[in-house]
Structure formats: structure tokens, C-alpha cells
């Protein structure tokens, strides 16, 4: 009873920081004092008894016992952002000049992008010099892009420029445009020279930033799982649900998914480092026109932006980070603010019809209890082939004017595990999404708003953020970027998470303690691919969080079970394999060498001792395969030291080879063979986001 109250109380703490934040911002005071003008009582038996997601924000819409104390709060939300400051563009600018005629290019380019940043949009200021401060400071930054050698940078900072400026400004701009031409012309011939003469490809800017590249998928697009390989198809079953399982056989390396994200979200702290929209390490950031909040690898991606979400989001930036409130409950509203109002009502209209189409699946199925198990599963796969169509008839498309004509609904058949929510977890995300229609409010999303009861719009809204509050608490992505340490690619490299996303397709694939793939991010992009050999029908899982080599089953298990609401039975679970520290005294098990026999033999002390399966009851040599085995560790070596000569494709192709080898002999846990698989992973994570930081 004691470990079951432990675990209830995770689970309620991981739930609520998905939420929001219990040490910062201020809203858990305020859903403190909403729970407090109410008793108990009140949530569990009125507002508990409510069954949709539309009944729990009509309710706190109307409901005299709460209605006036949310509201009342809610009057003081006000939009706050980090406006444009004429005075600091110009003394970044004059700081930057600074820099350039001492020759310390790196960090004038810093001060001059600061400049760039914080400077009013050119022609807002028509009456004051600070009109020219956007000009100056691009001018500024394309002198030191070029002392730096990075003139296509240069160039369209160059090109970017105001042509209203003064006379003297564009000659002076025509000059440098012209010579940051022929010097960019040059410097074409010269890499291309170098190039073939060394067979080595120049590195990106500043030799520390490596432009991640998304591969192609396996065996061709998946023709109703955009993004996913048709290796990949998903089941569905009653103990595991919407899974993905092998298509065919999977070989190692193959790539499995490079899915685009339905929506992102950048972490606050990397606002100044990466793109807000595309998640790239910025070089020669570009702003948004109204804020400084943010900042944008270039104008492609900040006309993205600014077209859909940031248009709404930018006066309330800075008011939705000083609440508190999670990455991913940001997530959600990106959901909402990406489509706009109309494209929102859509999806609230979807989202009523799967969940009534759902509800009839429910009482037809209580119908067929008495159907054979093949009738049964005939029907499952005509449902989800149904259910597939119709999300891809409902993708994204666009008009000739470039508006959406539809939206795409393929996260909203995501779990919610909405039978295993508390009712105080339902209010608390309730108040969250009235909180956010509150703010969107205040940069006039809606079209329609009423002071006295809701209007549809708000009701409409409220319900598919509160179902956003929900599905991307276990399907959500976190995007992460390889830190390298200045000694070397691999050894002393760490993580560093960027933001979060959400996947429809990639979320299908379930948690294993011991994954048969792994990811890695290139900008956005989630690319999966296979890090052992999967036959066809097998399942295809990745990792949640925890390794089975890193933390023991309890911990596992209360980790899992707090933050993803399930009990894990994988293998590894399940057979409680061993941590890293204990496995060095472990030998794999080997596989019988019987046709169609499934047996696991240990060693024997001796090569040439038979040993009896248990299985087939037959007795077996296992000389061959215990020096296979024992070429397979000395390819693990060979790879590991490419691995240390920072040749990461020799070393997946070693370490490859010997996993596929091994698997087809034996099966784990094997120490060395883990930790190959983790030394795989991080060669191919090689070619995804990856940055070295300068150091002073």
C-alpha cells in the first residue's frame, strides 16, 4: 500500500509539472486560489461528474461558484513582451565598430546582431534618426561577416538593407555589395579547388557548427504515415493499442522515420541561440518586426512565423513564460495559434466526430464479445486502414492564396488516458486552457468575445487546447542538440534539449527498456533508425527515458509509471536484466542452433561440451558459435577505435556488422554488445544537430 501511495504521488507531481512549473511564475498561485474559493466537494462530485472536454470549460465559463473568481483573476492578464529599443541598437552598433577596428570579428558580429535585434523596424520612425538604426547595424555586421569570411551571410544582410536610406549609406552599401560578391565568387573556387585536391569537404561556419542534413527513409515513404518508412506499419491490440510493428525484415541502419513536426516549441533559454521557428544555431540572426524577444536564422523563417503563430504569440511571449507554465503547455497553444481561428474550429469539429465515431467503435464492439479472434482482428486492421485514410485525406493542403483549406488532425487519435485522469488534474488543465483563451483574447485570436457568458468560438477553442493539454503529456518529443567538447567529436559530448514537438506518426512507436531504434534531431526533424535487426511482424520500439543498463527495474518502473501512466513488461522488465556494473560478470545466452527451435543455451565450460536444449531437447555444440561470438567482441573493438579516430561511418559499418552477427547467435544481455549499441547510436546522432562551442 505504501509503494502504491508513492507511486499515485509521482505520478501527480510529473503530471503537474507538465503543466506547469511549482517553483516559478504565477500560475499555481492561481490555480491555488481557485482551488481554495471552492471546496473539495465541489471538484469531486460537480466538476468531476462532467464527462467531456467541452462540459469542463463550458462549466468554469459559467458556473456562479467558480466563474467570477477565475474571471476575476484573469482581468489582470495584460499583453507584455520585450519591444524594440532605438537606444541600445545604436550602442551595440557603436560597441560593434569598436570590435572591428580592434580586428576581434567574432564578437562584433555579436554586438552588431544585438544591434540588428533590438533596432525598430526600418520606417516606423520617420521622424527620428533611429529610423536608420536597422540599416546601419546590417551594414555593420556584413563588414564583419565578411572579415569573417561568410559572405552569403554578408550578402543578404547587404541585400536586406532599407533602399530609402540616404545617398551616402547606399553608395556604401553598392560598394560592399559588390565587392562581398567577388570575394564570395572566390571563395566558391577556392573550396571547390581545396576540395578536389583533398577529397576533404570544407566545414560550416566558424568550424564549429555542423548543418544537420535529414536523410532519406528506407525502403520509400510510407503512402498514409507521412514522414514514416513503409517498413513501418501499425497495429492495433488490446494490451498495447496503436503500435508500430516491422512491414518486412529491418536491418540495422535502416531509416525508419524522418518525420516533420506538427508543431514545435523552442525552449525560452535558447530564444538568443537558435531559431525560434526552425530550431538552427543562429549566425546572422533576423527579428521579428514588433518584438526582440525572439530571433530567426533568416527571413524565410520569420515570414513563417509571423504569417501564422507569431503573430499572436509575440505580445504575449513574454507574459506566457512569467506564468509558469510548461514547454508543453506552450506546446498546446502553438497548436492552436499555427491554424489560426478557423483552421482551430476545424479541428474542434474533428475532434467531436472521431470521438463520437469512437464511441459508436465502443458499443459495436460490445456487440461482437462473441466474434471469433480472426473475424476480430479483420475488422481491427479495416478500422485502422479507415482511420489512416482518413487522417491523410485530412492533412494540411493549400489554396492558391496560400491559406489552409484544411488542417491536419492525426494527433488527436493520440492517447489521453482521459479514464485514468484525476478530477483535480481535469480542473487544474481546464483552468490552464482558459488561462491561454484568456491571453489569446488579448491579441484579438478570436473574432468574437463576450464579458458575460462564452461565446462557441471560446468554447470551441477551449476544448481543443484542453485536448491538446492532454495528448502531449505522453506523446510529445523533447528536440535535442550534441554538444562537442573541443577535444574530441564523441568522447565528453552531452545532450542538450532545445524544445519539445509533437510526432503522430513517431508517437505510435511504444517504450521498450532495451529499444530496437534510436532518434536523433536534425533541426526539427525526428529521425529514427534501427539499431538491431527486426524480423517482419516484430515490434519496432524506442526508449522513454529509462535504459535498463542505467537504472535498475523499481527505478524503471516508478519512472515510467509516473510520467507515462503504464507497467512496462519488456523483456528486460520482465526477466530483470542486470545494470552496467553487474553485467560485467554476465555471459550471453546462445541460441540454439536447431531449425525453428527458439532455445537459449548457456555456455558450456569447455568448447567441444554438448550442451541439452531445453526446447528441442536435443544436445548442441556450441564451438562455432561461441567464436563467433568472440569475433563479433573484436569487431565491437575495431569499431569503438574509429569510433576514437572520430571516423563515425567506418565505425558504423564495423560496429553494424558485428551486432548483426551477434544477434543471429545470441541474445542479451551482453555487456560489450550494449555498449557497441550505444556507441552506434552516437555515430549516427553525428549527423544530426551537433555544435561545438567557442571558448574564449
Not at 4 to 16: G, H, K, Q, V
Not at 80 to 97: A, H, P, W
Not at 115 to 131: C, Q
Not at 652 to 658: M, P, S, Y
Request: glycine share 6%; with cysteine; hydrophobic share 35%.
Amino acid at each position: 500500500m505504501e509503494e502504491l501511495n508513492d507511486i499515485e504521488f509521482y505520478r501527480r507531481l510529473c503530471s503537474s509539472e507538465t503543466l506547469y512549473s511549482g517553483k516559478r511564475g504565477f500560475f499555481k498561485d492561481f490555480t491555488d486560489t481557485v482551488c481554495n474559493s471552492v471546496e473539495d466537494s465541489w471538484i469531486e462530485n460537480v466538476f468531476g461528474a462532467l464527462n467531456s472536454d467541452e462540459e469542463r470549460i463550458r462549466c468554469i465559463f459559467t458556473e456562479g461558484k467558480i466563474k467570477h473568481v477565475v474571471m476575476g483573476i484573469l482581468t489582470r492578464v495584460k499583453p507584455l513582451f520585450r519591444d524594440k529599443d532605438g537606444q541600445v541598437s545604436i550602442n551595440k552598433r557603436l560597441e560593434g565598430l569598436k570590435f572591428i577596428s580592434s580586428n576581434d570579428n567574432e564578437r562584433a558580429l555579436l554586438c552588431f546582431s544585438q544591434a540588428v535585434l533590438r533596432a525598430p523596424d526600418t520606417g516606423k520612425n520617420k521622424s527620428t534618426k533611429e529610423d536608420l538604426n536597422l540599416s546601419l547595424a546590417l551594414l555593420g555586421r556584413a563588414e564583419a561577416l565578411m572579415a569573417l569570411g561568410e559572405y552569403e551571410f554578408a550578402i543578404n544582410d547587404l541585400k536586406a538593407i532599407d533602399i530609402e536610406s540616404p545617398q551616402n549609406v547606399r553608395e556604401q552599401l553598392e560598394r560592399k555589395l559588390q565587392e562581398c560578391h567577388r570575394l564570395f565568387e572566390e571563395s566558391k573556387k577556392s573550396i571547390a579547388t581545396c576540395e578536389s585536391s583533398s577529397g576533404i569537404k570544407k566545414r560550416e561556419w566558424n568550424n564549429n557548427y555542423h548543418k544537420p542534413v535529414s536523410p532519406e527513409v528506407t525502403g520509400g515513404l510510407h503512402p498514409l504515415l507521412p514522414g514514416i518508412s513503409k517498413l513501418v506499419e501499425i497495429q492495433e491490440t488490446t494490451e498495447a493499442g496503436k503500435h508500430a510493428v516491422a512491414a518486412e525484415d529491418v536491418q540495422i541502419g535502416n531509416v525508419l522515420a524522418c518525420e516533420t513536426p506538427l508543431a514545435s516549441c523552442l525552449l525560452p533559454e535558447y530564444y538568443g541561440t537558435h531559431c525560434h521557428h526552425c530550431f538552427v544555431r543562429l549566425r546572422a540572426p533576423v527579428g521579428c518586426s514588433v518584438c526582440s524577444s525572439v530571433a530567426f536564422c533568416g527571413r524565410n523563417c520569420r515570414d513563417e512565423a509571423l504569417k501564422t503563430y507569431h503573430k499572436y504569440e509575440c505580445k504575449i511571449l513574454v507574459l506566457l513564460i512569467g506564468s509558469g507554465m510548461s514547454i508543453l503547455s506552450m506546446l498546446a497553444l502553438r497548436m492552436v495559434t499555427q491554424v489560426g481561428l478557423q483552421g482551430c474550429l476545424r479541428l474542434y469539429q474533428r475532434i467531436n466526430e472521431k470521438d463520437s465515431n469512437n464511441n459508436n467503435n465502443k458499443n459495436l464492439s460490445k456487440s461482437q464479445v462473441s466474434m471469433s479472434k480472426s473475424s476480430k482482428r479483420r475488422l481491427r486492421k479495416k478500422k485502422l486502414k479507415e482511420n489512416y485514410s482518413l487522417s491523410s485525406s485530412n492533412s494540411v493542403s493549400l489554396d492558391k492564396e496560400g491559406l489552409d483549406n484544411d488542417v491536419d488532425d492525426r494527433a488527436y487519435d493520440l492517447v489521453t488516458l482521459k479514464s485514468k485522469r484525476s478530477n483535480i488534474d481535469f480542473f487544474e488543465r481546464t483552468l490552464m486552457a482558459i488561462f491561454i483563451i484568456k491571453c489569446l483574447q488579448e491579441v484579438y485570436f478570436l473574432e468574437n468575445i463576450s464579458h458575460d457568458s462564452p461565446t462557441e468560438e471560446e468554447i470551441a477553442v477551449g476544448t481543443v487546447l484542453l485536448r491538446n493539454l492532454q495528448l502531449l503529456q505522453f506523446n510529445a518529443h523533447e528536440i535535442f542538440e550534441t554538444r562537442v567538447s573541443n577535444e574530441h567529436r564523441f568522447r565528453g559530448s552531452k545532450t542538450v534539449y532545445l524544445g519539445v514537438a509533437i510526432y503522430p506518426g513517431v508517437a505510435r512507436f511504444n517504450h521498450d527498456c532495451y529499444p530496437a531504434v534510436t532518434r536523433y534531431f536534425s533541426g526539427r526533424d525526428i529521425i529514427i533508425r534501427a539499431t538491431r535487426t527486426l524480423t517482419k511482424g516484430q515490434v519496432i520500439a524506442e526508449n522513454y527515458g529509462p535504459i535498463f543498463t542505467k537504472r535498475n527495474l523499481k527505478e524503471r518502473q516508478r519512472s515510467l509509471e509516473g510520467r507515462y501512466w503504464f507497467k512496462c513488461t519488456c523483456d528486460a522488465c520482465k526477466e530483470d536484466w542486470p545494470k552496467f556494473e553487474v553485467l560485467i560478470n554476465c555471459t550471453p545466452r546462445i541460441r540454439c542452433t536447431t531449425e525453428n527451435c527458439e532455445g537459449l543455451l548457456p555456455q558450456a565450460s569447455q568448447l567441444d561440451n554438448l550442451v541439452k536444449c531445453t526446447r528441442c531437447r536435443k544436445k548442441i555444440n556450441l564451438k562455432s558459435r561461441i567464436m563467433s561470438l568472440s569475433r563479433c567482441e573484436e569487431n565491437y573493438t575495431q569499431g569503438l577505435t574509429s569510433m576514437e579516430q572520430e571516423n563515425s561511418a567506418e565505425a558504423i559499418d564495423k560496429i553494424a556488422e558485428a551486432l548483426e552477427e551477434f544477434h543471429k547467435i545470441a541474445s542479451p544481455p551482453h555487456r560489450e554488445t550494449h555498449l557497441a549499441e550505444i556507441a552506434l547510436a552516437a555515430c549516427m546522432a553525428d549527423s544530426g544537430n551537433r555544435w561545438r562551442p567557442t571558448f574564449a
